[in-house]
């Protein structure tokens, strides 16, 4: 019985990482299940043993992409000893060294990852990722907040606002990077992008200036080199 559903669970995954590669470089929409079948080397009938469709099998891969990174800020959060400030910025700095070290795949599919056609993709997984760091990060500020570092009665409004922030800081960030590799060297504009953050981040958590910095400069020019 445990062997079947290792096998189970082996070929799901196989599915999934095969999907990702064809949607991140192609497309949602361009990619077809019978190019998702071919990658994989499996038959129709075993496909949809698996996912009943290409949107049920859109949503298994962002559940699991999700998952990963809530298992990573969980590890962080059960992490005793650390502060409420040093907890939120090691969850997004681990995120940003995995990006960082596999920075090659990502810039290869960043036109990809932000073209029309990837819209549904992006908009799925920035969602659920948003949902699924609203909990962590109103324990953090709820565990702030009892230390006296932030200063906010309304831990749940301003985890949604933060989340908001990041994610248009981001959006920012791969404008200029976009930019930046088609020959339209705009950086002037990046260090001041990540002072509004940071500067914005320590206001909503009621922080004095300095406490929370979730980019990190050296790191994020790295991007540009």
């Known amino acids: 019985m445990g062997r ?3 096998d189970y669970d082996e070929r799901r995954t196989e599915i999934l990482t095969s999907a990702q590669g064809l949607f991140f470089s192609k497309g949602y ?5 019978q190019e998702i079948i071919d990658a994989v080397g499996i038959a129709k009938g075993t496909f949809y043993h698996y996912f009943d469709s290409k949107v049920d099998l859109l949503d298994a891969l962002v559940e699991s992409l999700t998952e990963q990174r809530l298992q990573l800020a969980q ?14 910025q090691r ?6 060294v995995w990006k960082t070290a596999n920075r090659k795949f990502f810039l290869e599919m960043l036109h990809s990852w932000y073209s029309d056609e990837n819209i549904i993709v992006r908009f799925k997984l920035t969602l659920r990722a948003r949902q699924t760091m609203r909990g ?31 994610q248009n800081t981001s959006e920012e960030l791969a404008s200029l990077l976009l930019g930046f590799r088609s020959g ?8 001041e992008k990540l002072a509004v953050n940071r500067h914005a981040i320590n206001l909503l958590l009621g922080a004095q200036p300095g406490t929370v910095q979730i980019y990190n400069p050296d790191q994020l020019k790295l991007w540009f080199e």
Do not use: H, M, N, W
């Open 29 to 33: 929409e361009a990619t077809s299940v």
């Open 4 to 6: 079947t559903v290792k």
């Open 75 to 88: 590890a962080i959060l059960d992490e005793p000893g650390l502060t409420a400030a040093q907890k939120l």
């Open 184 to 191: 339209e060297k705009q950086l002037a504009g990046l260090d």
């Open 91 to 96: 969850i997004f700095s681990e995120i940003d």
């Open 136 to 166: 962590v990060l109103v324990q953090i500020i709820r565990q702030g907040v009892a230390e006296g570092i932030f200063e906010t009665p309304y831990p749940e409004g301003i985890s949604d606002v933060i989340l908001g922030t990041l």
